[in-house]
């Protein structure tokens, strides 16, 4: 039976856990030949467990706040494969507290692992993503993980909402280059609401730490209760709408936001 991802090249940054890894684990599942990129050492227990999950994955270390290891990464991509159809920039860290009490270097490192990112991951990228896009009907796909902390502020997460912002926007930007320009490359931004993942339960455990009067899973179940659907997101539910924005399906699509928040941000 065919799949709709069958033949498409695909990497996803940030991938050994959590959202990222459940994108690969979508993308695989759909018939992608999926690079799975994170910190680790490629011959760690994380990486071989990761890529155990699924059935024509492989793996390159990439650190994606740093230029020359994505240039690395595509002179791999290009000799084994020629060319990329699906970017899925992932990576991504929270901070949290106020204006006050944030040091311009914990600022500045937020906005590296969110913002430059996705910016280096796309410039790198492009001219294969162009390649695999001009071979493809509908073009190739690059979709970028916003959050809903890139829709609407929330008191104390300021420099996330910041930067979650501006890969809403740059996202937008890029779609309207590429269109203007007759590059065949899809972009579109992806916004969670709250997701099970090491990230969430690392962030609600240092709010936790700096508030004093709730713990961590009292802050996860608060979540939970202000979400309309009244539970936390599981990653593959993330991971499916990735797939299909990834695929033909969402062939008319480019320059979208897709909230994935269970109802959170309908008020
Ligand atoms: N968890 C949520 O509730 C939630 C909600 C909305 C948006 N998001 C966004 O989804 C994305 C993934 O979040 P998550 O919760 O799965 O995070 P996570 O911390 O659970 O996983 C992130 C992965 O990225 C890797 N990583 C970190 N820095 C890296 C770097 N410099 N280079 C390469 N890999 C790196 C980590 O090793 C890890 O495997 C992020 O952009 C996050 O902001 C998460």
């Given at each position: ?10 990497l996803?940054s ?21 690079i799975?990129t ?22 390159i270390r990439l ?6 290891a994505w240039i690395a990464a595509r002179a791999q991509v ?43 991951g796309?410039?790198t990228f ?142």
């Amino acid at each position: 039976m065919t799949k709709r991802l069958d033949g498409r090249i695909a990497l996803v940054s940030g991938a050994l856990r959590g959202i990222g890894l459940a994108i690969a684990q979508c993308l695989d599942a759909d018939g992608a030949t999926t690079i799975v990129t994170d910190l680790d050492q490629p011959d760690s227990e994380a990486v071989a467990t990761a890529i155990g999950t699924m059935t024509n994955a492989s793996y390159i270390r990439l650190d994606a706040t740093d230029e020359d290891a994505w240039i690395a990464a595509r002179a791999q991509v290009a000799e084994t494969y020629g060319h990329l159809d699906i970017l899925v920039n992932n990576v991504g860290a929270d901070l949290t507290g106020k204006v006050q009490d944030i040091k311009l270097a914990d600022w500045r490192r937020l906005m590296t692992l969110n913002v430059d990112t996705v910016f280096l991951g796309t410039k790198t990228f492009q001219p294969l993503l162009a390649k695999g896009g001009a071979s493809t009907p509908y073009g190739s796909s690059i979709v970028n993980i916003s959050s809903i902390m890139g829709l609407v502020g929330m008191g104390e997460v300021s420099a996330y909402n910041a930067s979650k912002g501006a890969v809403r926007l740059f996202t937008k930007s890029n779609a309207l280059e590429f269109a203007d320009n007759g590059v065949p490359i899809r972009v579109n931004s992806v916004h969670p609401g709250f997701v099970e993942t090491p990230l969430l339960h690392k962030g609600m455990k240092s709010w936790a730490e700096r508030d004093g009067t709730l713990t961590a899973q009292q802050l996860i179940d608060a979540m939970a209760q202000t979400t309309p659907i009244k539970r936390l997101a599981q990653p593959i539910e993330i991971g499916k709408v990735v797939a299909f924005l990834a695929s033909d399906d969402a062939s008319y699509m480019t320059g979208s936001e897709v909230v994935v928040d269970g109802g959170w941000t309908a008020r």
